[in-house]
């Protein structure tokens, strides 16, 4: 997907809003898991003082995104980086926010190893949205506040909340207790 001009999918720019006033996180280090071409990647740095780094593993969305950042002018606050969410090559505790608008995740072949190198990569205190839901991680571990989103089927709204005993049991076998 290529941008035309200044302008994101409008969806992207209600996303980054939504992250950005969820975990009031407005600068340090971003990284956007899976982030294809970018879009996210633009919307956040758009909105924000945050230095963005675009992880991906496609060399082919390493072109798309390094175009469409080009194109947003922010070039010198994206930066796009070749790598899996299962061994990122971030140090510990790195960075301030981690994203992923939600279909990178499909495409994890462990869950578990994901988030427990998301967990090794987020700074204590920072946080994640990770497909459409926002953790929080506290020096404590990992204390989970997630969030309604509305969704529709069929004409039909549904609203789904992940309990915090839910999320407890995803993360139990990341060693994530």
Same mark, same amino acid.
């Given at each position: 997907?290529?941008?035309?001009?200044?302008?994101?999918?409008?969806?992207?720019?209600?996303?980054?809003?939504?992250?950005?006033?969820?975990?009031?996180?407005? #600068?340090?280090? *971003?990284?956007?898991?899976?982030?294809?071409?970018?879009?996210?990647?633009? +919307?956040?740095?758009?909105?924000?003082?945050?230095?963005?780094?675009?992880? /991906?593993?496609?060399?082919?969305?390493? #072109?798309?995104?390094?175009? =469409?950042? %080009?194109?947003?002018?922010?070039?010198?606050?994206?930066?796009?980086? *070749?790598?899996?969410?299962? +061994?990122?090559?971030? /140090?510990?505790?790195?960075?301030?926010?981690?994203?992923?608008?939600?279909?990178?995740?499909?495409?994890?072949?462990?869950?578990?190893?994901?988030?427990? %190198?998301?967990? !090794?990569?987020? #700074?204590?205190?920072?946080?994640?949205?990770?497909?459409?839901?926002?953790?929080?991680?506290?020096?404590?571990?990992?204390? *989970?506040? *997630?969030?309604?989103? @509305?969704?529709?089927? =069929?004409?039909? =709204?549904?609203? #789904? !909340?992940?309990?915090?005993? !839910?999320?407890? =049991?995803?993360?139990?076998?990341?060693?994530? @207790?």
């Amino acid at each position: 997907m290529r941008l035309q001009g200044p302008s994101l999918p409008p969806i992207y720019p209600v996303i980054a809003e939504m992250i950005i006033g969820m975990s009031g996180i407005m #600068k340090g280090t *971003c990284i956007d898991l899976g982030s294809g071409p970018a879009i996210l990647s633009i +919307a956040v740095a758009q909105q924000s003082d945050l230095s963005v780094i675009a992880l /991906d593993y496609s060399d082919d969305m390493h #072109k798309a995104a390094s175009r =469409n950042i %080009e194109d947003a002018g922010l070039s010198s606050r994206i930066g796009i980086l *070749c790598g899996d969410v299962h +061994a990122m090559p971030f /140090d510990d505790d790195s960075a301030d926010l981690i994203i992923s608008r939600g279909g990178s995740m499909f495409f994890w072949d462990d869950i578990h190893t994901a988030f427990r %190198e998301i967990y !090794r990569v987020l #700074k204590p205190g920072g946080m994640t949205y990770i497909g459409g839901r926002v953790w929080q991680q506290r020096t404590a571990g990992w204390d *989970c506040s *997630c969030h309604d989103q @509305k969704r529709t089927r =069929n004409g039909r =709204n549904l609203t #789904k !909340r992940i309990s915090h005993l !839910r999320m407890q =049991n995803v993360f139990r076998p990341c060693s994530m @207790k």
